[in-house]
């Protein structure tokens, strides 16, 4: 896009004046985005999509008359619209944020606890970012350049053999629902998952993926014992690393190291640190997401164990930068659907009899 004029239309929806007041100031600040209205509730903003046909909706999850959640299932299958809700980071808060993801929101904004923040210089350039790709992808543009519980007696040792490292950041949540709720119970391996979020909201993901999984899902902890069938997503503003220790077992470690390009936890971080502990046979999964991360930790599975590496095809992404740079390193052996993961997978590492 060549940045002249106002080219992203967007609703925003909140009850509180000073919220709508805040992001819309946000927006309109940038040359690219054209605030069109605001609306106080679900109900409000139902009438007002019809009318505006927008390309992106920020939406408040807790509202009177009519909740964030009950508007995204109205609007859900308005063609060339894209929704991100903005959270608060409570309990409450994160489930209802990763229960809109998994209905069809592209992606979320935390609210800061101290609303005046909103207008921090870090928060406003989260906010026009990724209304700027809600945007791109409300009109179809996937390739976009970055701007800026099971209850069985566990033994003491890994199982895993054959482990799967999946990347995902944009779009994620819902990718992994499709990918994750297909494994089988007896799948051949263990999965770890950086799913770019930050803080408090990995649980509420992890927690969802679990009820509708055969695998166990989990938000991973520190000394965790990696086992097979079991899924461990990273921490929010964690690194997640595995470590070999003795009789091979594979231990999670959670560290605050520095960022890698902004990100905590990274991708990259994961799978290298995956490709030093020499396990038997390693898949490394490329999906939807912004930016490149995960594109020098294939290279290093690829070289050191001999991973197969899998990346998500364009059409089936929300944005196709992470796959489209991991498919540029040359080591990627698949390039598939989002339907076809969970298939490819299980190809690859195989089942228990």
């Not at 709720?181 to 993901?205: D, E, K, Y």
Request: with cysteine; net charge negative; proline share 3%.
């Amino acid at each position: 896009m060549d940045g002249k004029g106002k080219q992203i239309r967007v609703l925003v929806v909140d009850d509180s004046a000073f919220m709508r007041k805040v992001v819309s100031d946000i927006l309109n600040s940038d040359n690219e985005i054209e605030v069109v209205d605001t609306a106080k509730n679900g109900l409000e903003a139902v009438s007002k999509v019809k009318e505006l046909k927008p390309d992106v909706i920020t939406l408040d999850v807790k509202m009177p008359v009519m909740d964030g959640l009950e508007c995204l299932r109205k609007i859900n299958d308005i063609p060339g619209m894209s929704v991100v809700v903005l959270s608060s980071v409570t309990k409450e808060g994160t489930e209802a944020t990763i229960q809109a993801l998994a209905d069809g929101a592209i992606d979320f904004i935390a609210k800061p606890d101290n609303i005046f923040d909103m207008n921090g210089e870090e928060k406003k350039k989260e906010v026009i970012e990724k209304i700027k790709v809600a945007g791109y992808s409300a009109k179809g543009i996937k390739d976009i350049e970055e701007t800026g519980g099971n209850t069985s007696i566990e033994n003491k040792y890994s199982d895993a053999v054959n482990i799967v490292a999946i990347g995902s950041s944009t779009g994620g949540p819902k990718a992994l629902q499709n990918v994750i709720s297909q494994i089988p119970q007896n799948i051949n391996a263990a999965f770890l998952v950086v799913q770019h979020m930050p803080a408090g909201f990995t649980r509420s993901l992890a927690e969802r993926l679990n009820t509708v999984s055969f695998v166990t899902v989990k938000e991973a902890e520190d000394n965790d014992i990696v086992k097979t069938g079991h899924v461990y997503i990273a921490a929010g503003d964690y690194h997640m690393v595995v470590e070999k220790k003795e009789r091979n077992t594979l231990v999670i470690r959670l560290t605050k190291d520095p960022p890698i390009g902004g990100l905590r936890p990274s991708v990259d971080v994961m799978m290298e640190s995956l490709s030093k502990t020499g396990i038997d046979k390693a898949v490394g999964v490329i999906m939807t997401g912004m930016g490149g991360d995960g594109s020098e930790g294939i290279k290093k599975l690829k070289n050191r164990n001999n991973a197969y590496i899998i990346a998500q095809e364009e059409s089936s992404c929300v944005v196709f930068g992470m796959p489209r740079v991991a498919i540029q390193t040359g080591v990627v052996d698949a390039v598939v659907t989002l339907k076809d993961i969970a298939n490819e997978i299980i190809r690859i590492v195989g089942v228990h009899e």
